[in-house]
């Protein structure tokens, strides 16, 4: 009896601790899956709390619903990669102003037989054709992250409207770039991912980088204060102080400190305003 | 412990127990009164187990009606209790299962655990009142069921064939009790298959043949002269001993 | 197959002896949350199922056939609808505790508390047909039989709880969706294995999957040896 009733006080004791944690100092950051899992968070928001004493909870999805997340006012500050995404949501009124930070690039990655011959290609559009002639295996994300929609807009950059283009060899999954990864070394199948969650990858079967550098696959981040006048339990203090540290030269230094093998993942522009 | 109004005597009048179209019961009329030990036999499917429950009113009767002499006082300790063929006991120790009966009686807690004790006494159970009662061998549960409702010093006993599934030996023991608590002046109303039994306890006999009352006259009689061709039949039928 | 299976035990094993911190507060954090929905789910669950057991109601069979249902909850609808309450457009926003353990414990007992009506009606309602009389004629309330029943089928409860904490600690769709998996708040075993898992990390997120199977084996076999002993003494 006496196990019982000291189980049930400690029960209660911890129900009590998970309410008192919301009177932390902290803010819920609506991130991407890819920036996630390239590690960067583990590295940079360390640092930010060191320097501030703010606990910064990184909540990870896709970048279309990152977006939702910030819309139904559960995140105080997006931090995602689709100009033209952000762009919308700031013209709804969710955001307040959208600051650059840094970017990344996509790679095409593929398998080592290279059906579609693209191998060492320096024209991302060449070899997406190249691709849906040879009718190759390829992997879509599917889910309206920004790897996704950079994806779209290269087909449609390169005249094919994959809606109707598209055939068994392309592969929509619906999943994370990660997930994605999983499903294209199973396939050996080609897939365009971030090359930061692909430096981060482990499972890479006979998979490599296939195709690289084209300015096309320029990939770049903002980050944004979900409208505290739209939603008003948005802690707009600690929210901008985030994002001021993030593009000051402190932060930005710390974005180009974080390497994988020795590897920079991500350049930071925040002096940039134009990207 | 006698109470102003005694529940007794016990009347029923034109009772009919109908599941469906078929009637357990059809049509009863007895009175039942204090101070004689009444059994009732009969063949099987007579009706002789829901005619108990039927008095004891864990069943309501399809019609005709079933009176006390007096209402039990709500909130008072149960006047008429019942032992079964099998006794049910909680997973408590024996002392335990005494006074979770003296609570729901409404005892007041001081005097729970005494007359608890006192009635695991009288039944030859005091060296068990901490063993768990589930450990007890078929005997001792039965002696146990009967120390509880002892404890409630009820006016009226009813029992369904409480020694059918116990050795000679054990049914001796609980033969005893059933005579001590006669002794202290609680009616007994048994029902048994052992006609040794009714010869042994019984004081009145009522023979019931298919839902009917057929039969009932001193327990002697009955047993040496049967008066109707079906209790005649029955006791033919029975090896008595 | 085989190279990643030995990879696998290698870091859980390494995981383990190394003590690592990380892995100790997921596992804790795991727990706790676990065990808190299994309590609350067996104090709403356990006397909701007895009192059906027990009662005759108009409807009755009918209740006990959504409880059943009930049962095969999805996870993941569970969770999408938890998260539409908690979230600041729900209405439960202002609680503010979406991305919070609270909120995975909320999400986990809706799951679970059905599972416990639903085992213990049955276990009660077989108990019932065999104390009924017993009980009746002893002058117990519906409402007192019912507590009394649960109190005498506790080993038997045992089991059942067990059950209904092997689900809390095997969910990961519903935990995942009203908790964000958010390092350091609200990742638990189970996310953290999903997480691993999509990174390609395959050997870890078996060596926790391992780890997580470990723990709950564990926490079976004292529930069960708990049970044996008792019932030794109590019968």
Known sequence: MVIVRRTFVSMLAALVAFAAQAEDRFITVASTTSTEQSGLFGFLLPAFQEKTGIQVRVVALGTGQALDVARRGDADVVFVHAKTAEEKFLAEGHGVKRYPVMYNDFVLIGPRSDPARIAGGKDILAALKKIQA??????????????????????????????????????????????????????????????????AFKNRGDLGILVEGDKR??????????????????????????????????????????????????????????? | MRVPFSLLPLRLADVVFAVGPRRIIDGVSLQLDGGQRTVIVGPNGAGKSVLLRLCHGLLMPTSGT???????????????????????????????NVIYALKLANVPPAQREERALEALR???????????????????????????????????????EPTASLDPGATHEVERVIGAMHAAGTKIVLVTHNLGQASRLGDEILFLHQGRLVERAPADRFLKRPASPEAAKFLEGELPW | MNDTLAEAAAQAVALVVAGDPNLVGIVALSLQISLTSVALSCLLGLPVGAA???????????????????????????????????????PLGALGVLFTPTAMVIAQTILIAPLMAALSRQ?????????????????????????????????????????????????????????GNIDGVTRVMTTTIALETSKGDLPLALGLGFILLFIVLALNAGAYLVRETAQRRFG
């Open chain 1, 134 to 199: 040879a009718q190759a295996p390829f992997v879509s994300r599917g889910d309206r992250s920004g790897t996704h929609m950079a994806e779209l807009n290269l087909w449609k950059a390169a005249g094919i409207e994959i809606d109707k283009g598209k055939g068994p060899w392309y592969r929509d999954t619906g999943q994370g770039m990660g997930p994605a990864l999983n499903t294209a070394a199973s396939m050996n199948a080609y897939v365009l991912a971030d090359r930061a969650t692909w430096l």
């Open chain 1, 217 to 275: 696959l320029f990939n770049q981040y903002g980050v944004i204060l979900v409208n505290p006048d739209k939603h008003p339990s948005v802690k707009k203090q600690l929210g901008q102080a985030f994002i001021d540290w993030l593009v000051s030269s402190e932060g930005q230094k710390t974005i180009a400190d974080y390497k994988i093998g020795g590897e920079q993942l991500f350049y930071p522009n925040a002096g940039q305003p134009d990207a």
């Open chain 2, 66 to 96: 079933i009176e006390w002499n007096a209402p039990e006082l709500t909130g008072g300790p149960r006047r008429q209790a019942m032992v079964f063929q099998r006794p049910v006991l909680l997973r408590r120790s024996a002392l335990a």
């Open chain 2, 122 to 160: 009288k039944v030859g159970l005091e060296e068990f009142a901490g063993h768990s009662a589930r450990v007890l061998s078929g005997g001792e549960q039965q002696r146990l069921a009967l120390a509880r409702v002892w404890a409630l010093q009820p006016e009226v006993l009813f029992l369904d």
């Open chain 3, 52 to 90: 059906i057991a027990v009662n005759d109601f108009p409807g009755k069979r009918l209740a006990v056939v959504v409880l059943n249902a009930l049962m095969g909850l999805p996870s993941v609808v569970v969770g999408l609808f938890v998260y539409l309450m908690l979230s600041r457009a729900g």
């Open chain 3, 123 to 179: 276990v009660v309602a077989d108990a019932w047909l065999e104390y009924q009389d017993q009980l009746r004629s002893l002058g117990e309330t519906k409402l007192g039989a019912a507590a009394t029943l649960l109190w005498d089928l506790r080993f038997t409860l045992v089991t059942l709880v067990m059950a209904g904490f092997g689900r809390a600690a095997s969910e990961v769709g519903a935990v995942m969706i009203v908790g």
